[in-house]
């Protein structure tokens, strides 16, 4: 496959993506999401690639990176496994109050109340 033919398909799936997301036009995507329009009309029209956006595209309209670039499987990721690791990526590097926080609201949505007050302990009294 030639560059060419790879940016095209790049770019038809892109459009894709937006239509799916019921963005009538590129103008509308590009302003909903902050996307400079000159830059998103050139990856849409195939005049350029998407390697380096992929990741902010495939975030603003819920479609999987992997999808965007190669086509392979499905546009949407199924399961949520990227949306998940995309969260828990961002909450590891978070600061120790905000991780407490979020697990005894996990612990606690999940119906682990004994958990999430181990939790509400672990953020009020940190050991380290």
């Known amino acids: 496959m030639t560059d060419v033919t790879r940016i095209d398909e790049q770019a038809a799936r892109l459009r894709q993506a937006r239509e799916m997301r019921g ?71 978070a600061p120790r109050e905000v991780q407490a926080a979020v697990l005894t609201y996990a612990r606690f949505a999940l119906g682990d109340p004994s958990g999430a007050e181990k939790s509400r302990e672990t953020a009020t009294n940190p050991t380290s």
């Open 23 to 93: 963005f009538i036009n590129a103008k509308a995507a590009a302003e909903r999401f902050g996307f400079n329009y000159n830059t998103y009309i050139q990856h849409e029209s195939g005049r350029a690639g998407i390697t380096r956006a992929v990741k902010d595209y495939a975030r603003a309209f819920r479609v999987r990176e992997a999808w965007l670039i190669t086509g392979e499987g499905l546009p949407q990721d199924i399961d949520g496994s990227d949306e998940l690791r995309e969260v828990f990526t961002r909450l590891a590097a």
